[in-house]
């Protein structure tokens, strides 16, 4: 019964969303996996285990629905700070995951990709990651980026040593260094910012997570714990997003397909 209840409800709002205004690029903060394991008298890897979960859901309904790029933040800069059993319990999930799910995720056409800083994790870590990235390389009906030791301000100052590093050898001059330039440096390259960024459990904050590529993104905070997030939820913040006049600075409202011709500053 509950099934169905659930069911019907997805329908309904299913219903309300406009088809040809869904955001290109969602990016997510999967945050509250330890909180739901604590609420639940579990431990916080139960937690990380059902977050896994939500996420194959999630990935399966972003593409379901046509949105075409999803960057989730898996593993941040600061989270090595945590005790040492939960960061291993991490690494090894993150192994375990690409295990058990990269067949699957070449099967549904879905390029992998990591980013952040890998230089710390283990060969053998990396090693899968390559993997993953090299076995889905071709695909390109929808790309998952996963945000692996991951920090906004890390990525920045990366970016300035490496326009730098071009300067000293001549081959820029540093006035010739612009957006566009800057951009090309950073992780994410080429694909366009997110447009919506989601973040779980109810913390009102971005927390590191791409400082620049999230400048004009609208953003959807939850109360709602990752492990509790599901489809129903997903379509409630697409709606909140399709509900919004974005304005990039400007005064006009401007819809998603004619962002770079019309895009004004204010
Ligand atoms: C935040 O909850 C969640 C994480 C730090 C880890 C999320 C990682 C996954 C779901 C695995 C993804 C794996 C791959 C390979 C794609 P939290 O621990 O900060 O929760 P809390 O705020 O309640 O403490």
Redesign the pocket.
């Given at each position: 019964m509950k099934l169905k209840n659930s069911t019907s409800k997805i329908r309904d709002l299913s219903i309300e969303i406009d088809k040809l205004r869904m955001p290109h690029h969602v990016a997510i903060?999967?945050?509250?996996?330890?909180?739901?394991?604590?609420n639940k008298g579990l431990t916080?890897s139960h937690?990380?285990n059902e977050?896994?979960s939500?996420?194959k859901n999630i990935i399966k309904f972003s593409k379901k629905l046509g949105i075409k790029i999803l960057t989730?933040?898996?593993?941040?800069t600061e989270?090595w700070i945590?005790p040492h059993e939960?960061v291993s319990f991490?690494l090894n999930?993150?192994?375990k995951?690409?295990d058990d799910?990269i067949i699957e995720l070449n099967k549904e056409l879905i390029k992998?990709k990591f980013i952040g800083d890998l230089s710390p994790f283990s060969e053998d870590l990396r090693k899968k990651f390559t993997e993953a990235e090299n076995i889905t390389k071709n695909n390109d009906e929808f790309t998952?980026n996963?945000c692996?030791n991951y920090g906004g301000r890390q990525e920045l100052v990366k970016v300035a040593k490496e326009l730098a590093m071009r300067s000293i050898s001549g081959e820029i001059k540093p006035d010739q260094i612009n957006e566009e330039m800057f951009e090309s440096h950073l992780y994410t390259g080429d694909l366009q910012d997110p447009d919506l960024l989601i973040r779980t459990?109810g913390?009102k904050r971005i927390s590191n997570f791409l400082l620049w590529q999230l400048a004009y993104s609208e953003i959807y905070v939850t109360d709602v714990?990752?492990p509790e997030f599901n489809e129903n939820e997903f379509l409630k913040a697409i709606i909140d997003y399709q509900s919004r006049s974005r304005r990039f600075g400007g005064i006009k409202s401007i819809s998603n397909q004619s962002l770079t011709s019309s895009m004004s500053f204010g």
């Open positions: 903060i999967m945050d509250g996996n330890g909180r739901w394991g604590v916080r937690g990380h977050g896994v939500v996420l989730i933040y898996a593993f941040s989270n945590r939960e991490l999930l993150f192994k995951v690409l799910e992998i998952l996963v692996a459990s913390e714990l990752w």
